[in-house]
């Protein structure tokens, strides 16, 4: 498997605590009080995490959200987050933002991009865009760059969290036949949502994120012998992702209980985001796949390509 695509994914994934680490010290615009943050796909669940984070201080849009109600960011900063710069909700939705948003900000890896160009301010993430890969450090430097313009300076152990991450990832079972769902409260459901992206693009299996208090009234009533919960136990003051996790393996369900490694809230953040990408890419190498699913489902990717670009 050496050379292959997902050998490559898997050595960008090693190689995220020290980009991180050099990113996190490089000044960025502050963004101010009631700033939005866009983003689709991976770029979403960064928009999301950058939300709760802030205590609610900033909002969080998909972008074909914001498109159909502008007057949301009339007077604010909006900040779009899309690593390659063609999504072209972002661009459409960015478009329709002009002269009614007071600033818009790109966090990109592609300066030249159509998003880009029409902003009018750049964050640059340092980051070689890549086709046809499951968005890892692509996905951890854009969450970082908008928790450094939502959050300003704070401590992040990024290799402790990655080692965390490898020691845990035996405990996040994934469902090889049925569902996995991921839930997490507040900022843990925000990286669920990449969680369950991982899934799919990496193994091509059913998954589904959830907050964890709506898992209980809703999914739970679906749930199949062949399924899997993962439960991302931070932001849970009441245990109760304990109590589900205990309440669902007396009952032979198969359940993960993933407690958070540190006190330190962005490190949890990020342990959970590696632990993300480390669980599936270790079913993928267990599996002997050469590369993520999502490189050879080529009709999915003509009809994802065909709406996303």
């Known amino acids: 498997m050496t050379g292959s695509p997902l050998s490559a994914t898997i050595r960008e994934v090693r190689e995220q605590p020290s980009k991180l680490r050099s990113f996190l010290s490089v000044p960025v615009v502050r ?13 979403y669940a960064a928009a999301l995490a950058t939300f709760y984070l802030s205590g609610g201080k900033y909002l969080a849009f998909d972008p074909y959200a914001i498109f159909t109600i502008p007057s949301a960011a009339a007077g604010r900063d909006v900040f ?23 600033r818009r900000i790109a966090i990109t890896a ?86 369950a992206a991982k899934v799919y693009e990496i193994l091509g299996y059913r998954a589904d994120a959830e907050q964890l208090e709506e898992f209980s009234h809703m999914e739970l009533f679906s749930l199949k012998a062949s399924d899997s919960v993962i439960v991302f136990s931070a932001f849970d003051p009441a245990r109760i992702g304990a109590r589900l996790h205990a309440a669902l393996r007396s009952r032979g369900y198969v359940a993960s209980l993933l407690d958070p490694h540190s006190p330190n809230t962005v490190e949890t953040i990020f342990y959970y985001a590696f632990l993300s990408q480390l669980a599936p890419l270790a079913k993928a190498q267990a599996r002997g796949l050469s590369e993520p699913y999502l490189a050879g489902a080529r009709k999915k990717l003509q009809v994802s390509d065909g709406m996303i670009y």
């Open 110 to 195: 592609n300066q030249d991009s159509p998003l880009a160009e029409e902003v009018d301010d750049v964050i640059l993430l340092p980051y070689g865009s890549k086709a046809r890969v499951a968005g890892t450090l692509s996905f951890t430097m854009a969450l970082l760059a908008s928790m450094k313009v939502a959050l300003g300076e704070f401590s992040c152990n990024f290799s402790r969290a990655y080692s965390a991450a490898k020691v845990a990832q035996k405990k996040a079972a994934i469902s090889n036949h049925g569902t996995t769902y991921i839930l997490g409260n507040n900022a843990a459901h925000a990286i669920a949502v990449y969680g």
């Open 80 to 102: 779009f987050i899309s690593v390659s710069g063609r999504t072209s909700s972002n661009i459409s939705a960015a478009r329709k933002l002009r002269g009614l948003a007071r």
């Open 31 to 43: 963004a101010t009080s009631g700033s939005i943050f866009v983003g689709a796909g991976d770029s």
